[in-house]
């Protein structure tokens, strides 16, 4: 069965420190990783998208790593800033995963910055 | 990448009542597809819309329960019928942009949060 599972469930950081959020998947085959950032009340808003050739993507603050080996993904967040507080959701997409969208989703990790 | 909105934004409704959330997207688009979120849940798909043929429902989900239309390719409507407590979610519309740069990425509206009493 394809999955994505996401740890940690929650952090909480002091502003301005970085983190690290970690998404182990089981997906196979395998087409692309996305990282998603939920603000509350908000849908998820795409923050990367990384193919299977690719090892890194950043965007911003937000410096996304994937080893498809391992099948391993993390986000790394640099100085973060009380408007990082959100979920970060990981997202696999394969041919043959989840439902018609081909994606499966991770529960999301629920971040939270404190000044 | 597509403007995705949603009415209405949030509702709380009577245990037995039908609920219609509305989905409109600045651009036309081939598929648009419905998600469910529960507290502390991933998201799930419920079906996808597409327009001009019935919408595809995913396993556990039934169009007696969540009817969906579909009439032109930048609408959509998802009714949660009969409604309970375990309907109490955030329903979540998207679409897939095909004139992403590269990628079929995926635009999410920004949910309605139902509360059912």
């Known amino acids: 069965k394809n999955q994505v599972e996401q740890s940690p469930q929650s952090l909480i950081i002091l502003e301005g420190k970085n983190c690290t959020l970690q998404c182990n998947y089981t997906v196979s085959p395998f087409s692309n990783l996305r990282w998603y950032k939920q603000d509350t009340g908000r849908g998820p808003v795409s923050l990367t998208i990384m193919t299977f050739s690719e090892n890194t993507k950043s965007n911003g603050r937000y410096t996304a790593t994937l080893d498809a080996d391992t099948k391993q993904s993390s986000l790394h967040i640099t100085a973060s800033q009380l408007s990082d507080s959100a979920s970060y959701i990981c997202v696999v997409k394969g041919p043959l995963g989840g439902g018609a969208d081909g994606l499966t989703f991770g529960k999301g990790t629920h971040l939270i910055i404190q000044p | 990448s597509a403007v995705i909105s949603q009415k209405p934004s949030r509702d709380i409704c009577q245990r037995g009542t039908s609920l219609t959330i509305q989905c409109q997207v600045d651009s036309q688009v081939t598929m648009m597809f419905w998600y469910r979120q529960q507290p502390g849940q991933s998201l799930t798909l419920i079906a996808t819309?597409?327009?001009?043929?019935?919408?595809?429902?995913e396993s556990g989900f039934v169009i007696d329960k969540f009817p969906i239309s579909r009439p032109n390719l930048t609408f959509s409507t998802l009714t949660v019928s009969n409604m309970s407590p375990e309907d109490s979610s955030i329903y979540l519309c998207s679409v897939e942009d095909k004139r992403a740069v590269s990628y079929n990425e995926q635009f999410f509206g920004p949910g309605t949060r139902l509360t059912v009493l």
């Open positions: 819309a597409n327009q001009g043929s019935e919408a595809t429902y």
